[in-house]
T-cell receptor, first 113, second 115 residues
Framework: NAGVTQTPKFRVLKTGQSMTLLCAQDMNHEYMYWYRQDPGMGLRLIHYSVGEGTTAKGEVPDGYNVSRLKKQNFLLGLESAAPSQTSVYFCASSYLKSRYEQYFGPGTRLTVT | KQEVTQIPAALSVPEGENLVLNCSFTDSAIYNLQWFRQDPGKGLTSLLL?????REQTSGRLNASLDKSSGRSTLYIAASQPGDSATYLCAVTLGVKAAGNKLTFGGGTRVLVKP
């Protein structure tokens, strides 16, 4: 099993550009999450999904959209990137049988200039 | 609102010494607590998960305790090694299924084990 994978690993955007981050998991997990990690702010939840076709807002959802068309994939979109979205983005997944233990991907380092 | 605190923010110990990392949370109605390790520039690796009904969990040199009533968890790492140098994060979930069993993270403790 590859576990949780994220694409791309690094990206540099200019202000106003758009992009999509892809998260994939091969563990058949129901729940998936997007977090961002910033110095001094810790890890904060952006959006999450409790199943295919469902999404919900987390703590810091503004400026992001998500979609979960397939159970194994969770996409995070930035429609018009801003310098405040410079961060490291982590995807995670979990399911009931693992007592909701969350498994994390390697992260995507995004810089918006 | 659940708040998770980890003190100290940084810790430096000589090799061989036992490590004691603290985590406190404000809402004792948790479902589980997870300890993670994060190496610089890397993702989070789950170390231990303790369910709310458990008092402790062990894996190799690692032992995590949980005292729900006082809102505290402690991660013990025995006989520390330079390879244990990393940031250690604790996180709790209230276990509300409809809310996605979201994790609330502490700020982490950065550990340096000196040879």
């Amino acid at each position: 099993n590859a576990g949780v994978t994220q694409t791309p690993k690094f990206r540099v955007l200019k202000t106003g550009q758009s992009m999509t981050l892809l998260c994939a998991q091969d563990m058949n997990h129901e729940y998936m999450y997007w977090y961002r990690q910033d110095p001094g702010m810790g890890l904060r939840l952006i959006h999450y999904s409790v199943g295919e076709g469902t999404t919900a807002k987390g703590e810091v959802p503004d400026g992001y959209n998500v979609s979960r068309l397939k159970k194994q994939n969770f996409l995070l979109g930035l429609e018009s990137a801003a310098p405040s979205q410079t961060s490291v983005y982590f995807c995670a997944s979990s399911y009931l049988k693992s007592r909701y233990e969350q498994y994390f991907g390697p992260g995507t380092r995004l810089t918006v200039t | 609102k659940q708040e998770v605190t980890q003190i100290p923010a940084a810790l430096s110990v000589p090799e061989g010494e036992n490590l004691v990392l603290n985590c406190s949370f404000t809402d004792s109605a948790i479902y589980n607590l997870q300890w993670f390790r994060q190496d610089p520039g890397k993702g989070l690796t789950s170390l231990l998960l303790i369910q709310s009904s458990q008092r402790e969990q062990t894996s190799g040199r690692l032992n995590a305790s949980l005292d729900k009533s006082s809102g505290r968890s402690t991660l013990y790492i025995a006989a520390s090694q330079p390879g244990d140098s990393a940031t250690y994060l604790c996180a709790v979930t209230l276990g509300v299924k409809a809310a996605g069993n979201k994790l609330t993270f502490g700020g982490g403790t950065r550990v340096l084990v000196k040879p």
